[in-house]
């Protein structure tokens, strides 16, 4: 089997040695970071992220601090969401576009201050693209990617973990809500958050050198919850309706494609990419969306997207499927033209000899038993 060579040349997490020596067996590469994505036991992760709770360096997930006193008219510019009503200390999830109108990322947009916000990025190169834009439209705003590496804790047992690691403050947060706090001196932001459903919070780690002493006194603490180490997980996830930007979408996907329509405010002011979207969406018939599948077949385990027909037309393609514990078959998400997007349409789909059929399903996954 093939395998990524660890080395100098990409970058590596606070809590990579952590990982590492609590047994990561598979990563990918996240903003030229590595990140895990199995401790080599798929099916037992995803049990402890239901029922426990789990443990996850995603310090992948590089923060973009725009700072300055244009931020909040930059952060909105660039976000497709309305930023301008979102106040210090909550987060909001907003789909990023070019100027042609391609989802290039999806953030949670984090006002720290009033001139200085987080944009807590997906897998693409936001800062050098938010340079660009703040020289080229002159916003008076630096940028720049801070020392911040978030450490997640999910899972039904995380709320508990959270407040015997961080005192009572835990209760006084809600949803996409943050505080900087210290433990033991150790500096970070701590929010209600994470990518999963199953409830958690991301302690934004504000000081690099101090990965291996937060993640030792988190799992010390989660010993009482039997904490063990976890991934982003691609079943839990998919069930649950999270994009998982590159994997879902390729590039020419737009937000609206993306299925993160209900997040651009067309009408509020300009954004990036506004116009561009507007105009892709003239004739709608001729988009594509990202839908919801039931795959059918002997499926293998997939390293491409597949392509998709229907009576042997060519009609977009299986970006991601997976085994769904909770529903006890095949699952995934599919591109697939608006004409073919309609629940209960069949596909074809050619997984790389094996024929496989897919069918849209209207019911997210997670609803539907
Ligand atoms: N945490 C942090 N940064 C991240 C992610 C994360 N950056 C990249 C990636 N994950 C972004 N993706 C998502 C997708 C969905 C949500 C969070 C991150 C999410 N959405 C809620 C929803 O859709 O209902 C809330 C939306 C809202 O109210 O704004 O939770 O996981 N730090």
Redesign the pocket.
Known sequence: MAQITIGSRIKKSPFHAAAAAAGATHYTIYNRMYMPTSYGDALGEYERLMTGVSIWD?GA?R?VEIEGPDARAFADYVSC?DLSTLKVGR????PMANYDGILI????A?PIREDLWWL????SDVALFCQGVAGAEGFDVTVREPDVS?L?IQGPKAEDLVRDLLGDIVDEIG??QFREVELQGIPMVV?R?????QGGF?L?LTDGSRGQELWDLAFATGEAYGVAPGT?HQMERIEN?????RSDTDDDTDPVEAGLGK?CNMDAGDFVGKAAIIARHEDPDARKLLVNVHIDGDMPASENPWPATVAGQPAGELRVGVWSPKLERNIGLALVPVGHAAPGTTLDVDAEGVALTMTVTDIPFGDSL
């Open positions: 995603v997930e923060q969401r987060g909001r999830y907003t990322n999806d953030p949670i984090m807590s990025i997906a897998d978030p997640a949803f996409f929010m958050s994470g990518w999963s459903r991301e934004f982003p309706g999270l994009l998982s930007y997040w």
